[in-house]
């Protein structure tokens, strides 16, 4: 059986998912100009994973006799990666975008241990997989950075 740590971490892994879902959905709609195309298409792509990660993390719920949180108890946390107030500003939604992964991989890293300590290895394993591809878009988020701090 899970602690109570465990399902604390899955819960905040969930919400965090759909908080994220709906601002690189609105930032990919928001953001203007050539340049901003290749940023726009990444977050586009990047929706239906973070999607799926929250139904696994609310199905992982579901399986502990938990129940994922609803939208009344959601309470917003991504303030850095909210639409800019110049649509042409990629570097800020990239920033944001940095920001939200590196607060998924301590959340991932922190249920990884978690898992562990309550000798679940399915969350920790659930964990484990979801860090990787948390890690993979960080990566690429770093090398845009890297292509708009040259210009």
Do not use: C, W
């Not at 609803?70 to 939604?93: I, K, M, N, Y």
Request: hydrophobic share 35%.
């Amino acid at each position: 059986m899970s602690s109570e740590r465990v399902i604390e971490l899955l819960e905040t892994a969930y919400m965090d998912e759909l908080e994220t879902v709906m601002n690189y959905q609105t930032n990919a709609i928001v953001l203007d100009g050539v340049r901003a195309e290749e940023i726009k298409e990444s977050l586009q792509q990047d929706i239906q994973e973070e999607l799926n990660h929250a139904q696994q993390l609310g199905e992982r719920l579901k399986q502990l006799d938990e129940r994922p949180p609803g939208s009344a108890e959601f309470t917003s946390r991504q303030d850095s990666l909210q639409p800019p107030e110049d649509s042409t500003d990629v570097l800020t939604v990239i920033e944001g975008v940095l920001d939200a992964e590196t607060d998924a991989i301590d959340t991932y890293r922190s249920l990884v241990e978690a898992a562990d300590a309550a000798g679940d290895p399915v969350t920790e394993d659930l964990a484990v997989t979801i860090l990787s591809d948390e890690e993979a878009h960080r990566t690429e988020f770093r090398g845009f950075r890297k292509e708009y701090r040259t210009d």
